[in-house]
């Protein structure tokens, strides 16, 4: 069974830095798009980045251009996502998801998600 397990969430202070990974198992991560996306209550879940099957990376909002990368181990059958210089605007549930090898921006094209990790940025 395909799944998805977050983790590397947790509260750090505005500047700091997280690393979360996304570790999946039940198939290879070679032919499969991963992206990370992020929700905060009362609104709609928002792409923040993808690796493709062919590793190309794309990050979506201007505000985490620069400071977020996204990598991934296939030998690990793990997906990154570095996160410095973390603002309280960061604050949200992250989850990863994947599709079949092209990234999208768009939540619905996404066939597998992860359970979530809560990312909390506040002094």
């Known amino acids: 069974q395909l799944q998805l397990v977050e983790s590397g969430g947790g509260l750090v202070q505005p500047g700091g830095s997280l690393r979360l990974s996304c570790a999946a198992s039940?198939?290879?991560?070679?032919?499969?798009?991963i992206g990370w996306f992020r929700q905060v209550p009362g609104k709609e879940r928002e792409g923040v980045s993808c690796?493709?099957?062919?590793?190309?990376?794309?990050n979506y909002p201007d505000s985490v251009k620069g400071r977020f990368t996204i990598s991934r181990d296939n030998a690990k059958n793990t997906v990154y996502l570095q996160m410095n210089n973390l603002k309280p605007e960061d604050t949200a549930v992250y989850y990863c998801?994947?599709?079949?090898?092209?990234?999208?921006?768009?939540?619905?094209?996404?066939?597998?998600w992860g359970q979530g990790t809560q990312v909390t940025i506040s002094s």
């Open positions: 690796t493709s099957s062919s590793g190309g990376s794309t």
């Open positions: 998801a994947a599709r079949s090898y092209y990234c999208s921006a768009v939540r619905s094209r996404f066939d597998h």
């Open positions: 039940g198939f290879t991560l070679d032919d499969y798009a």
